[in-house]
């Protein structure tokens, strides 16, 4: 199975700036026969399900603010948020769907400083 | 815009089994699939399989493989997840969602999960 790490676990960020998870997958994403990394990333804030926010570790889904974007290939991908809001507190979870069994990482809380 | 709609909370004894089902609602799931991710209390994340509705044809976690059935019913556009021999371990949250999947898909999906059910609430306890 491939591991999904994230770090940091938790992370405190002010309103206004900026906040980068990252995560580490055990093995490569990327299909090189269409140079798409198989990586997504998702917002569950309590009591709800998660929000898909990315796919192919860097495309926004349709209506997630422009704040939130996605980077790295490979094996090293970074999520940011330019500037955090306060609705922007929840828990964020990688998740890669290169292969079988489709696996997350164990989520990173972010929270208002 | 589809919606999921999943059955209501369960409480189980350890040793049974439980039927969880998730009802599509507008759209066409016809190139979609439905998987089963759970999340016990204060964890993370965890797939458990996930179906092609118009094939029937499904995909399992080895992890629970022997335990779980994943069905659909094309005619009342609901799928099916049942699990069986239940733990305390098995206490959970659990999520139907649907994932966008082209012909040259590598797994059940090709874009994430973009749609998420409300969650049943399954508590394994003797």
């Known amino acids: 199975d491939i591991v999904m790490t994230q770090s940091p676990d938790s992370l405190a960020v002010s309103l206004g700036e900026r906040a980068t998870i990252n995560c580490k997958s055990s093995?490569?994403?990327?299909?090189?026969?269409?140079?798409?990394?198989?990586l997504a990333w998702y917002q569950q804030k309590p009591g709800q399900p998660p929000k898909l926010l990315i796919y192919?570790?860097?495309t926004r889904e349709s209506g997630v603010p422009d704040r939130f974007s996605g980077s790295g290939s490979g094996t090293d991908f970074t999520l940011t948020i330019s500037s955090l809001q306060a609705e922007d507190v929840a828990v964020y979870y990688c998740?890669?769907?290169?292969?079988?069994?489709?696996?997350f990482g164990g989520g990173t809380k972010v929270e208002i400083k | 815009q589809v919606q999921l709609v999943q059955s209501g909370a369960e409480v189980k004894k350890p040793g049974s089994s439980v039927k969880v089902s998730c009802k599509a609602s507008?759209?066409?799931?016809?190139?979609?699939?439905l998987n089963w991710v759970r999340q016990a209390p204060g964890q993370g994340l965890e797939w458990m399989g996930g179906?092609?509705?118009?094939?029937?044809?499904?995909n399992y976690a080895q992890k629970f493989q022997d335990r779980v059935s994943i069905t659909a019913d094309a005619s009342t556009r609901t799928v099916y997840m049942d699990l069986r021999v239940l733990r305390s371990e098995d206490t959970a949250v659990y999520y139907c969602?649907?994932?966008?999947?082209?012909?040259?898909?590598?797994?059940?999906?090709?874009?994430?999960?973009?749609?998420w059910g409300q969650g049943t609430t399954v508590i394994v306890s003797s």
């Open positions: 507008g759209g066409t799931l016809s190139s979609y699939t």
């Open positions: 192919w570790a860097s």
């Open positions: 093995q490569s994403v990327l299909y090189s026969s269409n140079s798409n990394n198989y």
């Open positions: 179906i092609i509705p118009i094939f029937h044809t499904t």
């Open positions: 969602a649907r994932g966008e999947r082209s012909e040259a898909a590598r797994t059940m999906t090709d874009h994430g999960f973009d749609i």
């Open positions: 998740q890669q769907y290169y292969t079988s069994p489709l696996t």
